[in-house]
């Protein structure tokens, strides 16, 4: 929420400068140019504590201390799977990278005559 926070207040900031030079008529890429650094020295020098939480909470994120963030789609497969494993008790897992169903493609016989098998 903090990130959002700073964001918002830095988009607050760019927004009104970036019309304001588009009307004074400083054109589109200067205007952005302007607006961008004025928003970033005005950021920087009077929203220091929003910053710090920001950056703080970021790197709380990405530290691999948070709690994973789940979609709704992926909370209710999860409900699924679980109700299916606890009606189906001897239901086995297999966490296998290769399906031990799957035929070897290197074994299959396609059917494809080559030049030796005419």
Known sequence: MAFLKYSLIRLALFAPLFLLFNFLGLG???S???AALIAFAVS???FQKQRDEAASALQHRFSGKAKPLRSAGEVE???AEDSLLDANPDAVIRTDAK???AKDSRTQDSGAKGPDNS
Do not use: G, K, N
Request: aromatic share 14%; proline share 7%; charged share 20%.
């Open 99 to 101: 399906d031990p169903r």
């Open 77 to 79: 497969d999860a409900v």
């Open 44 to 46: 920087y020098l009077f």
């Open 28 to 30: 589109a890429l200067m």
């Open 32 to 34: 952005v140019v302007c």
